[in-house]
Structures are given as C-alpha cells and as structure tokens.
C-alpha cells in the first residue's frame, strides 16, 4: 500500500497490487515522508494546519480514529517520523519557549510524554530528525545563529536517548 497527498490537502491509500479500490483517508492534511506505522503499517503519521496552527496527528487507518500528538505548533514545514518500533514519534517545530529556533521534540504514539529533546545556545534551528535503526538515538541537522546574525551550519547531532547527551558527527554540509 502506498500513502500519497495531492495539492488540495487529500491523503490516498493505494494497494500498489490493484486488487484493492483507492480509499481516501483523509482530506483536510497531509501524509509526512514514510508515514506508515512501523512495524504493521495500522496508522499514518499526518499533518494538519488550520488558522495557521499545525498539528502531529497518528491516524488509525481501521478506525479513522485520531491522536493528537503535538498541537497548536506554529510552523508547517517541519518533518516528522516514526520510531523503529512504532512506539514514539519524532518532529521538530518552534518551541513556546525558543520562538526563534527550530528544536526536536519526541512524545509517545499515544500522545503522552511529549518533551523537546535539546535546548541549545542562542538561536538555533534543527532540522530532519531521523531515528538510528535500534531506536536508542536521533540524528538532527544543526544551524546556528552566529554574533553577526549570519547563519552557520553544525555537524550532525546525535542525541541518545539512553543518557540525553548530543554528540557531533562528521563534517558540516558545506565542508563536503
């Protein structure tokens, strides 16, 4: 089955085998990159925005049911992911506390637990969190606000879940 979203905001299942009609899950959102929930595929990672505000939403694909996992963010552009075994998602978004940086958040896929992971200096902005394939870290792209106001960017950060820390890994993009 394949999740795809069209310039009106729809989300559409398709089963890539044909033997199944197209089903519209929904049509006020839309699908994040591999939206699927890992590991039986049962519920689909949506966004919403409405009045400006965005949301993290896990859909139940046999219910329609909705979990809000994050509301009331004031951008739209984030991404957001799934953790290897379906029980946490990652996403970044402006924090209330930090309205000039972009920060990674996680919460539970039942929506409880919802905590920004790194709080850094100055502004700063995070980008494309991505869970390690065991679950136990996020990797994030890092951008910071220099004296100047011009912007730098930061080796990736690796934030491990097991002890909070953040490590940086390899070159920054514009040294590759």
Do not use: C
Request: aromatic fraction near 6%; proline fraction near 7%; glycine fraction near 12%.
């Amino acid at each position: 089955i394949l999740a795809t979203e069209a310039n009106d905001a729809a989300v559409w299942l398709f089963d890539v085998s044909g033997a199944n009609p197209v089903q519209t899950v929904l049509t006020d959102g839309f699908a994040y990159v591999r939206p699927f929930r890992p590991p039986d595929g049962t519920a689909v990672l949506i966004g919403r925005v409405k009045g400006g505000a965005h949301s993290v939403i896990l859909r139940d694909l046999a219910t329609g049911h909705e979990t809000v996992l994050a509301a009331d963010l004031p951008n739209e552009d984030g991404s957001a992911r799934w953790s290897p075994d379906g029980s946490q998602v990652v996403y970044d978004a402006v924090p209330a506390d930090e309205p000039d940086s972009n920060r990674t958040f996680v919460v539970r896929a039942d929506g409880t637990g919802n905590r920004k992971l790194v709080t850094g200096p100055g502004i700063g902005i995070d980008l494309d969190p991505t869970w390690s394939p065991d679950g136990t870290g996020i990797a994030f792209g890092r951008v910071q606000q220099q004296l100047d106001l011009s912007w730098l960017m930061q080796p990736l950060g690796i934030y491990s879940l097991a002890d909070g820390t953040v490590r940086s890994v390899g070159p920054t993009s514009h040294e590759v």
